[in-house]
């Protein structure tokens, strides 16, 4: 499966924002699909996740309350709905899949930039 993410860019502290990850080449409910992201100088971190059919929601400490994970498996897409957002979230976001059931996220989307400012 190939992924695509895209919604991202330039906003100020509170703002909102929705990213996308459009899925291509498989059916993207065979995945469960994670959100993370990686800040400069930084490792790259987890965000949320979210299992095939819609449940088993799962979210970073730093952003529950204002980020929310869902997906259209009919459109074969994932979002991350951003709100409040804060100049601590200035990150590049990356989408990822993983088949249901394993360990590791197998597949990566290319990222996209979200910078905040205050």
């Known amino acids: 499966v190939q992924l695509q993410a895209s919604g991202g860019g330039l906003v100020q502290a509170g703002d909102s924002l929705r990213l996308s990850c459009a899925a291509s080449g498989r059916p993207l409910s065979a995945y469960d699909m994670g959100w993370f992201r990686q800040a400069p100088g930084t490792e790259r971190e987890f965000v949320a996740s979210?299992?095939?059919?819609?449940?088993?929601?799962k979210y970073a400490d730093s952003v529950k309350g204002r980020f929310t994970i869902f997906r259209d498996n009919a459109k074969n897409t994932v979002y991350l709905q951003i709100n409040s957002l804060k100049p601590e979230d200035t990150a590049v976001y990356y989408c990822?899949?993983?088949?249901?059931?394993?360990?590791?996220?197998?597949?990566w989307g290319q990222g996209t930039q979200v910078t905040v400012s205050s």
């Open positions: 979210i299992g095939w059919s819609g449940g088993r929601t």
């Open positions: 990822a899949g993983r088949a249901t059931g394993a360990l590791r996220y197998e597949y």
